[in-house]
């Protein structure tokens, strides 16, 4: 492996089409503000580097990225690259992450708004990220002990896993297709409207309005905090442990409670069958 170390640099594709190459303490940035700069890499380790320049790893094949800090110019940080591992690593830019393939990303402080769209096979570990639409349109995804914050979050997604993580966000899984959440808070309005498949465990769901229009919909020894108008058109099969605030109109299957503030069975525009129950007192 070639080392490029302590270095400064700021022009156009500085380092483009470099390959089996360690970048370490390297600085990107300065007045010619040039861009792409390890644009077409193979085989490239970047080790505790700085980065204040727009495209910085475009159509990189087999890389690391750890260490290191991206700052807010950097807009697109991560296209169109495959087999990359990110860690401990602070990026701040817009769309950091997109039409990505084979990502893992550990112990990272991420904030970017579009981040993760497109992307194919990304594992994300012991990070904290905050993103106004993360992994739109994404699939095959397995995240472990995350704090995200943000709004339209996993919109289209495919395949997805969460465990133990913290998900402070609105309008989260829409349209998404085999989603299964275990062991998290996921706190926000309008939870999962039109999923398919998704699968709640042992998680506690805080907000309006949730779980409206799903189909195959499945809640096991799940909390609901704070929540009306609960799973209109929707075919569920839910154990609640505690308190539903309302249920609305849900289409078929079971939902199972301590206690149901309110069932509300009017101006439905389609059959609505479900069972819906109080579990006994033992």
Known sequence: MKIIENKTFDAERALYNISDTIVRGCTFAGPADGESVLKETRNISVDGCNFSLRYPIWHAKKYELKNSALDEKTRAALWYSDNGIIENTDINGVKALRECHDTTIRNCRIDSAEFGWKTCNTVILDSEITSEYIFLDAENIGI????????????????????????????????????????????????????????????????????????????????????????????VEADIKGHIDSVKNPASGRITADSIGAVICEDSIMESNAVIAERSPK
């Not at 979050?153 to 989603?179: E, G, M, P």
């Open 144 to 235: 472990e002990r995350l704090r995200f914050k943000g709004k339209y979050s996993f919109q289209y997604v495919r395949n997805l896993t969460i465990k133990d993580s913290y998900l402070d966000t609105k309008d989260a899984f829409w349209h998404s297709k085999n989603v299964t959440v275990t062991d998290s808070v996921v706190k926000g309005e309008y939870l999962a409207w039109f999923s398919e498949g998704l699968t709640l465990i042992r998680c506690r769901i805080i907000g309006t309005q949730p779980l409206c229009y799903c189909r195959d919909l499945s809640l096991i020894d799940c909390e609901m905090t704070d929540c009306d108008l609960s799973f209109e058109y929707s075919d």
